[in-house]
């Protein structure tokens, strides 16, 4: 089964709030997940963001594949650290 770390969208209109999940790539964007490593609030000032580190660095070992929002979002959780992935 082939992964991705991408965003869910949750909330209401106009008050989005996103969870950070693995999925199939095949599942729709707020579908189904596997498992939910973090959240983010980009409403509140600052941006909230909380990522399960240990978790986050597991799933990429086995080979899922972030998107490029959430790439950006791990490195500055500091999940890539200096390396890129």
Do not use: C
Request: proline residues 4%; positive net charge; aromatic residues 6%.
């Amino acid at each position: 089964m082939a992964t991705r770390i991408r965003l869910r969208r949750v909330g209401r209109k106009g008050q989005s709030y996103f969870r950070i999940v693995i999925a199939d790539v095949r599942a729709a964007r707020d579908g189904r997940s596997v498992a939910t490593i973090g959240h983010y609030d980009p409403r509140a000032n600052p941006a909230v963001l909380e990522v399960d580190k240990d978790k986050a660095s597991a799933w990429l070992a086995k080979g899922a594949m972030p998107t490029d929002t959430v790439r950006s979002l791990l490195k500055k959780a500091g999940v890539f650290g200096s390396r890129t992935a």
